[in-house]
């Protein structure tokens, strides 16, 4: 008795390959395999590279919002004066500064005083957040005193001011030149409070990556900012960074510890709705995408079928030559296969070119649209960023060949069972 042949044996690959590659005079179907390889190719090249895109939006946001925001916010729920006041001033900074800084895993401690200005250059006037702060603490700001862009001195901030780019741009101010900073809640009277106003010199420019920070914010000396905001012998907050921001919420408790009538604010809780957004968006978008590639892959099941159409007469001697129903099933189904192997390859290539290039193609994209494609303004970062992962790659492949090997299935057990007889009953 003649010995069984192995599955996947290499005369079944050649069959497959041969009819794969089978001219249309031949009884092949090249233009419905270039179809399915197109598709493929498309398919897996959007999802790569739009997984890519949001990877890279995300990275870029939370990198943005590290950089130059204080992973927690450590405040006070506020006491009430002899008058009825109400007061949120830290009057012992200082003390809850350094039990913060003894906590394990916090990196960064700096007591602020935070308001709101107006600041104006000749006719020009802009809105500023004015963070009060000490020299010492700003240089620890990776987005601030890490600036690329930066221009002045960081070292000179006891002499002046920082403001972000946006806010100079605005103004149309540069290093060295004066701005007037106006506050309502000034100077106390006995007629009341009056608006106070003082000119500052700015001594650095930076830019921290974030259009609405660049466009908002100011940092002023701490002291100065005390008796500038009438917040003398006192703090607004502290802001704390801590070696791990993902897990920002494990240090909850030992922050609360610190002092009394303590309240928390991490950046999860100012940001976390937009990030919820983005995963969400991620999601839908994989979904999507993937019915896209379902659709490519579906092509493989009509080129397949019309194939096996056309082999009939091959498929009935093969079977009378001694080959299993599972050959034939294997045959056609290295036929799909074969497509859906070379589609993803080339979408996978395509779309790692388009993640790695993506600065050069936004530039054509943008020199061709006539410039303002990409506004910061309406998407907070400056640039399209793209992050290629390994994981997101190897879900498009995953993907990709999961959904041709199941297409794949039907057409190659409906070839594999086609009766021989029937097949050569009129050759």
């Given at each position: 008795?003649?010995?069984?042949t192995?599955?996947?044996?290499?005369f079944?690959?050649?069959?497959?390959w041969?009819?794969?590659?089978?001219?249309?005079?031949?009884?092949g179907?090249?233009?419905?395999?270039?179809?399915?390889?197109?598709?493929?190719?498309?398919?897996?090249?959007?999802?790569i590279?739009?997984?890519?895109?949001?990877?890279?939006?995300?990275?870029?946001?939370?990198?943005?919002?590290?950089?130059s925001n204080?992973?927690?916010?450590?405040?006070?729920?506020?006491?009430?004066?002899?008058?009825?006041?109400?007061?949120?001033?830290?009057?012992?900074?200082?003390?809850?500064a350094e039990a913060?800084?003894a906590?394990a895993?916090?990196?960064?401690a700096?007591?602020?005083?935070?308001?709101?200005?107006?600041?104006t250059?000749?006719?020009?006037?802009?809105?500023?957040?004015v963070?009060?702060?000490?020299?010492?603490?700003?240089?620890?700001?990776?987005?601030?005193?890490?600036s690329?862009?930066?221009?002045?001195?960081?070292?000179?901030?006891?002499?002046?001011?920082?403001?972000g780019?946006?806010?100079?741009?605005?103004?149309?101010?540069?290093?060295?030149?004066?701005?007037?900073?106006?506050?309502?809640?000034g100077?106390?009277?006995?007629?009341?409070?009056?608006?106070?106003?003082?000119?500052?010199?700015?001594?650095?420019?930076?830019?921290?990556?974030?259009?609405?920070?660049?466009?908002?914010?100011?940092?002023?000396?701490?002291?100065e900012a005390?008796?500038y905001f009438?917040?003398?012998?006192?703090?607004?907050?502290?802001?704390?960074?801590?070696?791990?921001?993902?897990?920002?919420?494990?240090?909850?408790?030992?922050?609360?510890?610190?002092?009394?009538?303590?309240?928390?604010?991490?950046w999860?809780?100012?940001?976390?709705g937009?990030?919820?957004a983005?995963?969400?968006?991620?999601?839908?978008?994989?979904?999507i995408?993937?019915?896209?590639?379902l659709?490519?892959?579906?092509?493989?099941?009509?080129?397949?079928?019309?194939?096996?159409?056309?082999?009939?007469?091959d498929?009935?001697?093969?079977?009378?030559?001694?080959?299993?129903?599972?050959?034939i099933?294997?045959?056609?189904?290295?036929?799909?296969?074969?497509?859906?192997?070379?589609?993803?390859?080339?979408?996978?290539?395509?779309?790692?070119?388009?993640?790695?290039?993506i600065?050069?193609i936004?530039?054509?994209v943008?020199?061709?649209g006539?410039?303002?494609?990409?506004?910061?303004?309406?998407?907070?970062?400056?640039?399209?960023?793209?992050?290629?992962?390994m994981?997101?790659?190897?879900?498009?492949?995953?993907?990709?060949?999961?959904?041709?090997?199941i297409?794949?299935?039907?057409?190659?057990?409906?070839?594999?069972?086609?009766?021989?007889?029937?097949?050569?009953?009129?050759e």
């Open positions: 008795m003649a010995s069984r192995p599955p996947f044996s290499r079944e690959f050649m069959i497959a041969r009819y794969l590659r089978a001219r249309r005079a031949e009884g179907v090249s233009v419905m395999t270039w179809i399915s390889l197109i598709g493929i190719t498309l398919g897996v090249m959007a999802l590279a739009t997984l890519a895109v949001r990877a890279g939006f995300r990275a870029e946001f939370v990198d943005t919002i590290l950089g204080a992973h927690v916010t450590v405040y006070t729920s506020g006491t009430i004066s002899e008058t009825g006041q109400m007061s949120r001033l830290m009057t012992d900074y200082e003390a809850r913060i800084r906590i895993g916090v990196t960064r700096a007591p602020l005083v935070r308001g709101q200005v107006m600041l250059m000749g006719e020009r006037s802009n809105v500023a957040e963070y009060g702060i000490a020299l010492e603490d700003l240089k620890t700001i990776p987005r601030v005193a890490g690329a862009e930066a221009q002045g001195d960081i070292a000179r901030f006891g002499d002046g001011i920082a403001i780019s946006g806010i100079a741009r605005e103004l149309g101010v540069m290093v060295g030149d004066k701005v007037r900073m106006i506050s309502p809640n100077v106390r009277t006995a007629f009341g409070t009056s608006p106070r106003i003082n000119a500052y010199e700015v001594v650095y420019i930076f830019s921290a990556g974030r259009w609405d920070i660049d466009r908002t914010r100011v940092y002023m000396p701490f002291a005390q008796g009438n917040r003398e012998g006192g703090a607004d907050e502290i802001e704390v960074y801590v070696a791990d921001p993902e897990r920002v919420d494990d240090w909850a408790l030992s922050l609360l510890g610190t002092g009394e009538n303590t309240l928390l604010w991490s999860r809780d100012a940001s976390g937009f990030l919820r983005l995963d969400i968006e991620d999601n839908v978008m994989f979904v995408l993937s019915i896209l590639v659709i490519a892959a579906m092509n493989i099941t009509s080129g397949l079928i019309m194939l096996v159409k056309n082999k009939g007469r498929i009935g001697i093969l079977r009378t030559m001694g080959l299993t129903e599972g050959s099933l294997r045959v056609f189904f290295l036929c799909g296969a074969f497509t859906g192997v070379i589609g993803t390859a080339a979408g996978v290539a395509l779309g790692c070119l388009f993640a790695i290039y600065d050069q936004m530039a054509f943008n020199w061709f006539g410039g303002g494609v990409w506004d910061p303004s309406i998407r907070g970062i400056y640039e399209l960023p793209a992050d290629l992962r994981n997101d790659v190897l879900k498009a492949v995953g993907l990709s060949l999961g959904l041709s090997f297409v794949t299935i039907f057409p190659a057990r409906r070839a594999a069972r086609m009766n021989p007889v029937e097949a050569l009953r009129y």
